[in-house]
Each structure stands twice: as structure tokens, then as C-alpha cells.
């Protein structure tokens, strides 16, 4: 059984809608994606016209929060791996 579904997930997916475009858009670097910024959230309200009340910006950026720990959580175990990797493919020392 997984998690239960909202109540009403269409009084919402207008945010998960405006996440995805607002990530199709961001900078990265080296070390993974920047986070989405107050700043792209008002460039996109402009860009596109749409109105997006203060609640709806953090939840955006909540959402972009969990997203980013992820991606964190991601990287940090293929370091591990790696270094595991690397580790067991390295000659013993005595």
C-alpha cells in the first residue's frame, strides 16, 4: 500500500506545474543544480504573465527544497560508491 492521495490534488497541481517550469530553467554548476530562486520565481511571473500569491512561492520552494536534498542524497552515495569502487580495485599495501 502506498501513501494515500490528497483530497484535492487539483487545487494544487497548478505549483507542480509551475516547479517543473521553473526547474526546466535552472543553472547548474559543478557541484549540482542551484536552487530555484525568489528572484526566477518573480522572472517567471513576469515572463509569463502568471500571478503567483506568496503561499505559492514557498511551497515552489519548499518542493525545490526536497528536490535538491534528494539530488544532495544522490550524489553523497555515488561518491561512496565510487570510493568503494576505487578501494577495492587498489593494490593491498603492506
Given at each position: ?13 497548478h ?15 559543478g ?14 511571473q ?5 500571478i ?8 515552489i ?7 535538491l536534498a ?16 576505487r578501494?577495492?580495485?587498489?593494490p593491498?599495501?603492506?
Amino acid at each position: 500500500m502506498g501513501e494515500p492521495e490528497p483530497d484535492h490534488p487539483d487545487l494544487v497541481i497548478h505549483i507542480w506545474a509551475w516547479f517543473l517550469d521553473l526547474h526546466a530553467a535552472r543553472a547548474g554548476g559543478g557541484m549540482g543544480p542551484s536552487g530555484i530562486t525568489y528572484e526566477a520565481i518573480l522572472a517567471y511571473q513576469q515572463v509569463t504573465g502568471t500571478i503567483i500569491r506568496p503561499w505559492e512561492a514557498r511551497a515552489i520552494k519548499a518542493i525545490d527544497g526536497e528536490y535538491l536534498a534528494i539530488v544532495a542524497e544522490t550524489q553523497e552515495e555515488r561518491r561512496k560508491r565510487r570510493e568503494r569502487e576505487r578501494r577495492a580495485q587498489a593494490p593491498a599495501r603492506r
